[in-house]
T-cell receptor, first 114, second 115 residues
Framework: DTEVTQTPKHLVMGMTNKKSLKCEQHMGHRAMYWYKQKAKKPPELMFVYSYEKLSINESVPSRFSPECPNSSLLNLHLHALQPEDSALYLC?????????????FGPGTRLTVL | AQSVAQPEDQVNVAEGNPLTVKCTYSVSGNPYLFWYVQYPNRGLQFLLKYITGDNLVKGSYGFEAEFNKSQTSFHLKKPSALVSDSALYFCAVRDLFNAGNMLTFGGGTRLMVKP
């Protein structure tokens, strides 16, 4: 299995809602990433997990809360989001957090905040 | 600090013609270079990477890229374009000496292949 899966594909939420994005990979990868991508822009790194521990937080607002329950799963918990948080949220994984490892991306969750 | 530039927002090419998507980079140490492709409403798909060794790297779907250290470039090429190659292409770099060794993406180039 060489796939990263993400659910849901689309999510519409109000500013007072709490929701979660899920990401799963079964490639045995030990590094997992969350990116945010606005239309026609490159992905922006949000969080990096290495061996289930948070390794990098790119100064992301606390209304985004990542969680890595095990080596295959990565969640992004959302609370009190703003309309400007509407974007495509991409999950990725790589074998380990090494400079020569390519990342494998999921299809993304299209988030709309009303 | 590391950076990547993709000087063309869009490249137009006729089907069957060769294509080139340009990328230049700036790093402190040795570059680790990647190309990704993104089809509409999809995630990024890895095409190829340069780590070390042969300057000509072959990747998926007939794509290749040439690493040129003196020009700090890593242009993506394909001898004969297909309409299905139309997509958004991102060049990215990682630098061993950059804190976190994270990917830095270029701004993206939209490739349009016309029949």
């Amino acid at each position: 299995d060489t796939e990263v899966t993400q659910t849901p594909k689309h999510l519409v939420m109000g500013m007072t809602n709490k929701k979660s994005l899920k990401c799963e990979q079964h490639m045995g990868h030990r590094a997992m990433y969350w990116y945010k991508q606005k239309a026609k822009k490159p992905p922006e790194l949000m969080f990096v997990y290495s061996y289930e521990k948070l390794s990098i937080n790119e100064s992301v607002p606390s209304r985004f809360s990542p969680e890595c329950p095990n080596s295959s799963l990565l969640n992004l918990h959302l609370h009190a989001l703003q309309p400007e948080d509407s974007a495509l949220y991409l999950c990725a994984s790589s074998q380990v957090l090494a400079v020569n490892n390519e990342q494998f991306f999921g299809p993304g969750t299209r988030l709309t905040v009303l | 600090a590391q950076s990547v530039a993709q000087p063309e927002d869009q490249v137009n090419v006729a089907e069957g013609n060769p294509l080139t998507v340009k990328c230049t980079y700036s790093v402190s140490g040795n570059p680790y270079l990647f190309w990704y492709v993104q089809y509409p409403n999809r995630g990024l798909q890895f095409l190829l990477k340069y780590i070390t060794g042969d300057n000509l790297v072959k990747g998926s779907y007939g794509f290749e890229a040439e690493f040129n250290k003196s020009q700090t470039s890593f242009h993506l090429k394909k001898p004969s374009a297909l309409v299905s190659d139309s997509a958004l292409y991102f060049c990215a770099v990682r630098d061993l000496f950059n804190a976190g060794n994270m990917l830095t993406f270029g701004g993206g180039t939209r490739l349009m292949v016309k029949p």
